[in-house]
């Protein structure tokens, strides 16, 4: 039901704008931690957030990366680990695929001469990029290391590659 998913991304993002260093600290599972899992498992707000942040709709996406780079800019060093840690696992692989994805259709679209797909495709790769500028803005080593290394590895290199000479 998108009326509910609407409720509970904003719910999210209210919880997360709320958060501040103090607080931080409840909202990480440290049973996970302990049970040998990733720290990006140990983080369930920042979980869900990152499972919106992709979403088509335009209000749920932008209400989920408010709440992701809110919780980003925690600056408590356990939140911030896991927070950086759930960025690089979850959420960078599926920027990566959004962005392969736009620039696949951007290419189909020009190949066809399609305005209208092309705008779409040249929208979406617009999107991620703008997602991808304000994870680097944050200035977290570990997400620039992972954004530079996984965007090259898998986006740009490929295209590349695939490019005729």
Known sequence: DEEALAYFVAFIKSLA???DDDTARLLVDR???????????????FQQAVRFATHRDHMVRTSA???????LRI????????????????????????????WSAASTALRSAD?????????????VLGLLNDLLSL???????AVVRLI?????????????P
């Open 17 to 19: 704008l709320r958060v």
């Open 31 to 45: 049973r996970v931690a302990l049970s040998g899992r990733t720290r990006a498992e140990c983080f369930p707000l």
């Open 65 to 71: 990366r408010a709440a992701l780079l809110s919780m």
């Open 75 to 102: 600056e408590q060093p356990e939140v911030r680990t896991s927070a950086a840690q759930a960025t690089c696992a979850l959420l960078l692989p599926t920027l990566s695929q959004r962005l392969r994805d736009a």
């Open 115 to 127: 305005t209208d797909a092309l705008r779409d495709a040249v929208d979406g790769e617009e999107d």
């Open 139 to 145: 200035d977290i080593v570990e997400v620039r290391q």
């Open 152 to 164: 090259l590895a898998t986006t740009v290199l490929p295209m590349l590659l695939g490019l005729d």
